[in-house]
């Protein structure tokens, strides 16, 4: 098993710290949590809109009347309907950070481009000129989003590095001095994306929105929303934790867009009234397999806490409770340890893949309702996470979970438990050894004092 680990190691660390500090991934996952708040906020409108509790919704329709929920989907609309937007703006920032160039100036070369290429409809019969639709500003343009905001900050930081840029006298104003300097490259960038425009036009596609979701998106978010995927993804998470790694951190600078974009198609089905979609989503992950975090560790929590013999692994269980119910766990991962643990790394291992095959079997045998695309925080606790975006039944899966979780870790957990009580007494025997030395050395100090 050593020698395994010192062989997975070796292979996975370098490729998992290139991956760690990949500009672009580092930038996708920088500008999701950045954009996450109001993600979050627009799930909470559309979960009170959807609110799966019967009195709830008599109640609202008799009140309001029949065009209730659309209280709550207006503000759905301006956050998650609208994610690439800000996902764009993220990514011009950061990007433009990276790269210590003007950020405001990337930000509005980022958003402009994405702008240039989407595809705007007349609605000359609603005497409203042109618009653009949210599907276009929503997931199924994110993937366009993240592609032309790194193009376009690469464009300025060429022309940049050409000293393509308008230099003013030192006595200009600093704030008109960068307008003037950022002039040159945003120009570029509207220019060549105006040109993709035009060249996309051209084709059968219509647009490069049309090309990216049928040639890229489409093929991802179907190969992502699989249960295979799901399962190699977990396993390159857990083995990049048993070396100490984030694997939740980078895995998701992957996964990210594809399970938001999952997720967002669930709750565009939901407010149309529509069959949900699909199983595997962000929610799916955050709550029906991540059970107190990575590894699935609830249950292993509880055994800590309920029941461990040595003290420093009940004092651990004390310790990682409250966290652990908000499904933060690192205390137990670096604690335990996990890391470099052979006893440890099989459950840790083996617990989110039981995990994720429980819940997608459950789904999609209709034993528990697919999630809802609400977007609810990872830290919610689990049984009222599994409530919130599966109603009942996703509750009772949670809880069901959480034995599993403690059942998987039941026989690893008592192996490394009675290794620790083990020392513990050792270290008790060797304690009470150099007592006695000392106890002895003092009274044959005082006996030759005595003498």
């Known amino acids: 098993m050593d020698k395994l680990l010192q062989i997975l190691e070796e292979k996975m660390t370098p490729i998992a710290v290139k991956l760690e500090q990949n500009r672009y991934l580092s930038a996708v996952k920088n500008s999701f949590m950045a954009a996450m708040p109001l993600l979050i906020i627009g799930s909470f409108f559309i979960l009170l809109a959807y609110l799966p509790i019967n009195a709830y919704t008599e109640f609202m329709l008799n009140t309001f009347g029949a065009d209730w929920q659309r209280m709550f989907t207006i503000p759905n609309n301006i956050s998650m309907s609208m994610m690439t937007v800000y996902v764009v703006v993220g990514m011009g920032n950061e990007l433009s950070q990276s790269y210590n160039?003007?950020?405001?100036?990337?930000?509005?070369?980022a958003l402009a481009s994405?702008?240039?290429?989407?595809?705007?409809?007349?609605?000359?019969?609603?005497?409203?000129?042109?618009?653009?639709?949210?599907?276009?500003?929503?997931?199924?343009?994110?993937?366009v989003g993240i592609l032309i905001s790194i193009i376009s900050i690469e464009i300025i930081?060429?022309?940049d590095k050409m000293g393509w840029t308008i230099k003013m006298p030192d006595s200009v104003p600093q704030n008109v001095s960068k307008s003037f300097s950022a002039l040159i490259p945003v120009a570029l960038v509207i220019i060549f994306f105006n040109?993709?425009?035009?060249?996309?036009?051209?084709?059968?596609?219509?647009?490069?929105?049309?090309?990216?979701?049928?040639n890229l998106q489409t093929p991802l978010t179907a190969l992502g929303s699989t249960l295979p995927a799901t399962i190699v993804v977990l396993i390159i998470e857990g083995i990049l934790w048993s070396f100490g790694l984030h694997g939740a951190n980078i895995v998701g600078s992957v996964m990210s867009p594809i399970w938001l974009t999952l997720t967002a198609d669930n709750a565009t089905a939901l407010a149309a009234g529509d069959v949900l979609p699909n199983i595997v989503t962000s929610q799916f992950y955050n709550n029906f397999i991540k059970i107190g975090g990575s590894?699935?560790?609830?249950?292993l929590c509880l055994l800590l806490l309920f029941a461990a013999k040595s003290k420093q692994f009940k004092a651990l269980g004390k310790l990682s409770i409250g966290p652990e119910i908000f499904t933060i766990n690192e205390s137990i991962i670096f604690g335990m340890p996990i890391v470099l643990n052979p006893i440890m790394i099989v459950p840790f291992l083996l617990a989110p893949l039981v995990m994720a095959i429980v819940a997608y079997f459950s789904m999609s045998t209709g034993l528990v309702p697919l999630t809802n695309g609400v977007n609810i925080p990872w830290t919610t606790p689990p049984v009222i996470a599994g409530f919130l975006v599966s109603g009942w039944r996703g509750a009772v899966l949670n809880i069901v979970q959480i034995g599993l979780s403690a059942a998987i870790y039941f026989p690893f957990f008592?192996?490394?438990?009675?290794?620790a009580v083990k020392e513990e007494l050792e270290n008790e025997s060797e304690i009470q050894s150099f007592e006695s030395i000392d106890y002895y050395r003092l009274v044959y100090n005082e006996n030759i004092i005595s003498y």
Do not use: C, W
């Open 414 to 419: 008592k192996v490394a438990d009675n290794l």
């Open 195 to 214: 040109f993709v425009r035009i060249g996309f036009e051209q084709t059968s596609y219509g647009d490069v929105q049309t090309f990216i979701f049928n």
């Open 295 to 299: 590894g699935a560790t609830f249950g």
């Open 157 to 159: 930081r060429f022309t």
């Open 101 to 109: 160039l003007d950020r405001m100036a990337g930000i509005f070369a």
């Open 114 to 143: 994405f702008f240039v290429v989407t595809p705007m409809h007349a609605f000359a019969e609603e005497g409203l000129g042109i618009g653009i639709p949210l599907g276009n500003l929503g997931a199924a343009g994110l993937f």
